[in-house]
């Protein structure tokens, strides 16, 4: 088994929120809740990287009084690091050859059975789905003008790939990333990685529309 690093240090969704992205409830649970649930029997250790400040704090006091069962880590910041910094910061508490780095806000059903399989350092990528219903065209008649059409709400976008936010990496690798700056700009356009295509569910949380979404759908990975 491997060790997981949860990124939970990303600000409140909404400006006037009164508590850190990883604590807000959604469908009556916490988001990093939601990610610790479905990793504590799948993994080594937890590892939680928490950001800076009070937030930091905050994080940290729901995930000790929350699994006091866990041997749960908590890594704060001295200061914003960026993702491939936060990253780099808990390096030195993880124990495995590689690490699943979670981001906190992207839910997923990965198996990570599957996952360990593979060699080297892996991007998790799924078909993204598109925000927005769209009318296909299906029988138009000889003027084009009118036509038969049908309505597709919100189609998964099949042949394209997109990061899903779970990363296995590994611990060598890391000791590379730079102290400061994101994982996305800084390191992957100069990293040799292969991908897992994940097939299954994937929930990522930008606007309360997600979370409605989410919650619409049972609220469950």
């Not at 009556?28 to 993994?43: F, M, N, P, S, T």
């Not at 009070?54 to 995930?63: Q, R, Y």
């Not at 000889?142 to 899903?164: A, D, H, M, N």
Request: charged share 25%; glycine share 8%.
């Amino acid at each position: 088994m491997i060790d997981a690093l949860i990124l939970a240090g990303e600000r409140a969704m909404f400006r006037r929120a009164q508590v850190p992205k990883a604590l807000m409830r959604v469908n009556g649970k916490e988001l990093i809740a939601h990610q610790i649930d479905y990793l504590k029997d799948k993994v080594s250790r937890i590892i939680v990287s928490t950001g800076i400040g009070d937030s930091a704090k905050e994080i940290e006091d729901f995930v000790y009084e929350s699994y006091p069962e866990l041997a749960i880590i908590c890594v704060p910041e001295n200061q914003p690091l960026g993702t491939a910094g936060a990253i780099k910061n808990c390096v030195g508490v993880v124990e495995t050859d590689r690490v699943l780095v979670v981001n906190c806000d992207d839910i997923c059903d990965i198996d990570l059975v599957e996952l360990d399989k593979l060699f080297g350092d892996i991007i998790c990528v799924r078909s993204p789905q598109l925000q927005f219903g769209i009318i296909k065209q299906n029988f138009p008649d000889e003027e084009k003008v009118l036509g038969r059409y049908s309505f597709v709400e919100k189609p998964i976008l099949k042949g394209l790939w997109t990061s899903c936010g779970w990363y296995l990496l590994k611990k060598k690798t890391i000791r590379q990333f730079p102290v400061k700056g994101s994982i996305e700009y800084n390191v992957f356009p100069k990293l040799n990685f292969n991908v897992y295509k994940h097939l299954g569910k994937w929930h990522t949380f930008n606007t309360q529309k997600d979370v409605e979404v989410f919650e619409m759908n049972g609220g469950k990975i």
